[in-house]
């Protein structure tokens, strides 16, 4: 079972400051958009699925209310809300960049700070599964592998003037996925990889 300590809220807070290590001395700068694949915006972002389309309206990944205040919610895929709604806070994340080329995707709107100290909920396989299906939740960051995703260019090519990417989960090997290729609102799943599956496709873009 997954547990939260005090050296994830460390590792928490090495992340946003710039990277996650073996040590503070070890960790790795966030590297500017040139330096990841395809200019992946970092910082404050939106991710739409390659599926969204026109009969249920944009897309965009979207995170739970945190009802319990215990940072630990689900994720889902949802129509986009425009920035003057309340579930746009919802549809904002982080993407921070880790040791070893992998980054963490972080809620903007479930994570929170306690005195200063960042307390972040990212994107996670719940349960630590490796097979395909498994749900993807938001969980307080604990630098585990499950919650480590590599961010890479889909060579099915991008729409809307952005490039597309898929996001790998380094523990299971398999890709962030919608739980429909319909376009319809719904769960995230992570499922065996597919470059030209619409639901493994995501535009990311600043927000």
Same mark, same amino acid.
């Given at each position: 079972?997954?547990?939260?300590?005090?050296?994830?809220?460390?590792?928490?807070?090495?992340?946003?400051?710039?990277?996650?290590?073996?040590?503070?001395?070890?960790?790795?700068?966030?590297?500017?958009?040139?330096?990841?694949?395809? *200019?992946?915006?970092?910082?404050?972002?939106?991710? #739409?699925?390659?599926?969204?389309? *026109?009969?249920?309206?944009?897309?965009?990944?979207?995170?739970?209310?945190?009802?319990?205040? &215990?940072?630990?919610?689900?994720? +889902?895929?949802?129509?986009?809300?425009?920035?003057?709604?309340?579930? /746009?806070?919802?549809?904002?994340?982080?993407?921070? =960049?880790? &040791?070893?080329?992998? /980054?963490?995707?972080?809620?903007?709107?479930?994570?929170?700070?306690?005195?200063? /100290?960042?307390?972040?909920?990212?994107?996670?396989?719940?349960?630590? #599964?490796? +097979?395909? *299906?498994?749900?993807?939740? !938001?969980?307080?960051?604990?630098?585990?592998?499950?919650?480590?995703?590599?961010?890479?260019?889909?060579?099915?090519?991008?729409? !809307?003037?952005?490039?597309?990417?898929?996001?790998?989960?380094?523990?299971?090997?398999? /890709?962030?996925?919608?739980?429909?290729?319909?376009?319809?609102?719904?769960?995230?799943?992570?499922?065996?990889?597919?470059? @030209?599956?619409? *639901?493994?496709?995501?535009?990311?873009? @600043? =927000?």
């Amino acid at each position: 079972m997954k547990k939260t300590t005090g050296i994830g809220v460390v590792l928490a807070a090495m992340a946003v400051a710039g990277g996650v290590g073996a040590t503070a001395a070890q960790a790795a700068p966030v590297p500017t958009a040139q330096q990841l694949a395809g *200019g992946v915006p970092t910082g404050h972002v939106v991710l #739409q699925p390659g599926s969204s389309n *026109g009969t249920f309206g944009l897309l965009r990944m979207t995170a739970g209310v945190d009802s319990n205040h &215990d940072l630990r919610e689900g994720v +889902t895929s949802k129509q986009a809300a425009p920035s003057t709604d309340p579930t /746009f806070a919802r549809q904002r994340f982080d993407i921070i =960049a880790l &040791d070893g080329g992998s /980054f963490a995707v972080c809620s903007l709107s479930v994570s929170t700070s306690t005195n200063n /100290f960042p307390l972040l909920s990212c994107l996670d396989v719940a349960n630590e #599964q490796t +097979t395909a *299906g498994a749900t993807i939740v !938001l969980r307080p960051f604990d630098n585990s592998p499950s919650q480590r995703w590599r961010i890479q260019h889909s060579s099915a090519g991008g729409g !809307l003037g952005l490039a597309s990417f898929g996001l790998q989960n380094t523990f299971s090997g398999k /890709f962030l996925d919608t739980v429909s290729d319909t376009g319809r609102p719904g769960a995230l799943v992570q499922n065996n990889g597919s470059d @030209t599956d619409d *639901g493994q496709r995501w535009f990311i873009k @600043t =927000a």
